[in-house]
Every structure is written in structure tokens, then in C-alpha cells.
């Protein structure tokens, strides 16, 4: 598999996609967009904030805009928003992408969640009843974050990748 491939890390909230995500561009010499980031520049907020100010399908509509945009770019890492794979045109466009799903159990990430305001009624349990049947469908690798580091979260993407883990390649 090439390294100019796209890859696209999805998860639940508290999965860690940006910190895997940065791990994971600076192996492979290419850009992280990140989807917290690209709302607050495109749309003047965070998730929270537009989900309060425009409501959640107006923040899954521009979480879906965000990944099919920097797909249809130039090669880079991609820490998308879980909303995204609820949307049958992302889905179909990750389909050319190398898909990392992050996971871990539920108690897991409602506790890296407890110390944010980022949701703050943030239901894991919910999220991956509707979502997980999505991300399997995704998904070129799993990785249990319950149990495994963001570095090895990005070894296990450069092996599956056919690339030597660790540094930057």
C-alpha cells in the first residue's frame, strides 16, 4: 500500500483520533487535517457550539464536508468526526482511503470525556449502537485504545501499510 493513499482515522469521541492522527502524518511526511480545527476555521465554532447555535444536522453536515473536501485533495491524515460515517457519501469515499477505526470500551471513553466540555452529554454506548455497524463497514484496521498507545496505534498503521513502525518515513 502506498503512503499517498489518504488515511482516515474515525472513532468515537475520547477514541484519541488527533493525537493518532498527528503520530500517524509525521510517519508518513503528510499533512493532518483535523475535523475540530476545520469547524472552528470554516464555520466559526466548535461542536458543541454549532450543534447549540444550528443544531446537530447542520454540525454532521459540515463534519461530512470536511472529510469529502480534503479526500478529494492531495494525500494527507485525516482525524474525521464520527458523524461522518453516518453519511452514505463519506462512506463511499473512505472506500478509496486507508480507514483506522480507534476503539476502546465504553466506560473508557466516557471517562477521557468526563474532563471535557466538548459534549458534554456525550452517551458512548448510543454513539457506537448507531454508529459502530458504519465503522466496521469502514474500517481497513482496528485498534483497541483501551489497550494500545497512540504510538502503537500508529505502528500498527505503517505494518498494515507495508512501512516500517515508529519515525518518519
Known sequence: MSKNKPVVVIGLMGSGKTTAGRLIADALGLPLSDSDPFLQKEHGGTAAQLAA???AAALHGYEADHVLRE????PKV???AASTVED??????LREAFVVWVDAADEVLAARMRSSDHRPDFDPAAM????APYFR???????DV????????????????GL???GRH
Open 164 to 166: 516500517p513502525a515508529g
Open 128 to 131: 457506537r449502537a448507531r454508529r
Open 78 to 80: 485525516i482525524a474525521a
Open 146 to 161: 483501551g489497550v494500545l498507545g497512540p504510538e502503537q496505534v500508529r505502528d500498527a498503521v505503517l505494518e498494515r501499510m
Open 137 to 143: 463497514e469502514v474500517a481497513d484496521l482496528v485498534c
Open 53 to 55: 447555535r444550528e443544531g
Open 88 to 93: 452514505p457519501r463519506v462512506r463511499a469515499a
Open 71 to 74: 479526500l478529494a485533495g492531495e
